[in-house]
């Protein structure tokens, strides 16, 4: 059981933006900060978003984050098929003092 | 270039031990924290647990009872242990540097090895 909430899957057409969401509580999201992962199918989860919102370098600033309250969402503008794939939300929980992802959403670019 | 890269058995049996070992080039192993993460066939990311340069532990409160993290220093390794498998310890395993709480974020992961658990 994951201790964050994301919807199972979200698609879009090649060009379009897509928003994907995260919701927590406050011993998670409202009280740590949010990190989003990209992991395609055969390699390793790369990191999209930390700190909520940054990027790190390399990453385009196609992908977006933000966070309010117990929430937060990613935000992926000029959808490519290279961009399919899964996509996870990551924090810090104060009550379980352990780390959680959201359970993945897959993403399809139609 | 910093690189991770995970090591052990690709397969073990029922109720034995699961060992695996991260091995990493090029970073100093001191400042950050240190993650092993699986994902079993078909479901999302799970955190296991880390290990800081010092030695300190946190662990996924699911598995705490079974799982020993331990630093090789001086090899710049470091290991994960879960002990008393079942076909659900079956699943992908990554090591990954990690950013503590309450930033807790791995910006580097390793290719990841599966590991099956049967008999």
């Known amino acids: 059981q994951s201790v964050l909430t994301q919807p199972p899957s979200v698609s879009a057409a090649p060009g379009q933006k897509v928003t994907i969401s995260c919701s927590g509580s406050n011993s998670n999201i409202g009280k740590n900060y949010v990190s989003w992962y990209q992991h395609l199918p055969g390699t390793a989860p790369k990191l999209l978003i930390y700190d909520d919102n940054k990027r790190p370098s390399g990453i385009p600033d196609r992908f977006s984050g933000s966070k309010s309250g117990t929430s937060a969402t990613l935000g992926i503008t000029g959808l490519q098929t290279g961009d399919e794939g899964d996509y996870y939300c990551?924090?810090?929980?104060?009550?379980?003092?352990?780390?959680?992802f959201g359970g993945g959403t897959k993403l399809t670019v139609l | 270039q910093v690189q991770l890269q995970e090591s052990g058995p690709g397969l073990v049996k029922p109720s034995e031990t699961l060992s695996l070992t991260c091995t990493i080039s090029?970073?100093?192993?001191?400042?950050?924290?240190w993650s092993w993460i699986r994902q079993p066939p078909g479901k999302g990311l799970e955190w296991i647990g880390y290990?800081?340069?010092?030695?300190?532990?946190n662990y996924n409160p699911s598995l705490k009872s079974r799982v020993t993290i331990s630093v090789d220093k001086s090899n710049n390794q470091f290991s994960l242990k879960l002990t008393s498998v079942t076909a659900a310890d079956t699943a992908v395993y990554y090591c990954a540097r990690t950013w503590g709480p309450p930033y807790f974020y791995f910006d580097l992961w390793g290719r990841g090895t599966l590991v099956t658990v049967s008999s």
């Open positions: 990551g924090t810090w929980d104060n009550s379980l003092s352990a780390g959680g």
């Open positions: 290990i800081y340069h010092s030695g300190s532990t």
């Open positions: 090029v970073t100093s192993f001191s400042t950050y924290f």
